[in-house]
């Protein structure tokens, strides 16, 4: 099982509606997850941290975390065709605090 | 304030050559990490500096890369005897302490010809 797993898509999303993206991690004590977008040709931008259980929501991105089945996930509302990217989720893995970067899930916002 | 700083922006070498990849991570993060992306790929993690400890080079491919980082700022990654398929972009990312956020720098694209 890899460490941190992500659907590598492509998703499809018509624009307005949400995106769902899920991230799952192998790791039970990881106290912290990450998400960042990455536009092609671009490095990786931070647009999410999340330390608890539950939601927390930045304007159009919520981030969701559940510690008992070890998912967290990341949520687009009103998908604007700019947030077509790659999402990368992070976690600190294996006891140890370097994070570990999921492989990404393509995004894709249809007009 | 300013952030994490690379360079070259790109750099195009002949194979068999040395190149060296320079970082300036944000001023008070102690942390300091290396990796790789080639093309269409995930984040391949290098190398990572945390303080004054010794550095985790687990992921270092093989004996020709070697990281250095002076002074607990500027880091300098070295490949030595390019090969073809060390073709990629290196990105650079620092965060105020290990575990925390990280924010990447905008990439050093490399191309052994």
């Known amino acids: 099982q890899k460490e941190v797993e992500q659907n590598s898509g492509p998703l499809s999303v018509p624009e307005g509606a949400i995106a769902s993206l899920n991230c799952t991690y192998s790791d039970r004590v990881s106290q912290s997850f990450f998400w960042y977008r990455q536009y092609s040709g671009k490095s990786p931008e931070l647009i999410m941290s999340?330390?608890?259980?539950g939601d927390k929501e930045d304007g159009r991105f919520t981030a969701q975390l559940n510690k008992a089945s070890q998912y967290v996930s990341l949520l687009i509302r009103d998908s604007q065709p700019s947030d077509s990217a790659t999402y990368l989720c992070?976690?600190?893995?294996?006891?140890?605090?370097?994070?570990?970067f999921g492989t990404g899930t393509r995004l894709t916002i249809i007009p | 304030g300013a952030g994490v700083s690379q360079s070259p922006s790109n750099k195009v070498t002949e194979k068999g050559k040395d190149v060296e990849l320079r970082c300036d991570p944000i001023?008070?993060?102690?942390?300091l990490y290396w990796y790789r992306q080639s093309l269409g790929q995930g984040l391949e993690f290098l190398i990572y500096?945390?303080?004054?400890?010794?550095?985790?080079k687990s992921g270092l491919p093989s004996d020709r890369f070697s990281a250095e980082r002076t002074g607990g700022s500027v880091s300098t990654l070295t490949i030595q005897r390019t090969q073809q398929e060390d073709s990629a972009v290196y990105l650079c990312?620092?965060?105020?302490?290990?575990?925390?956020?990280?924010?990447f720098g905008p990439g050093t694209r490399l191309t052994v010809t």
């Open positions: 999340i330390y608890s259980n």
């Open positions: 001023s008070g993060h102690t942390a």
């Open positions: 500096f945390q303080g004054n400890s010794a550095p985790d």
């Open positions: 990312a620092s965060s105020l302490r290990d575990g925390y956020e990280q924010y």
């Open positions: 992070a976690a600190p893995q294996g006891g140890n605090e370097k994070l570990t």
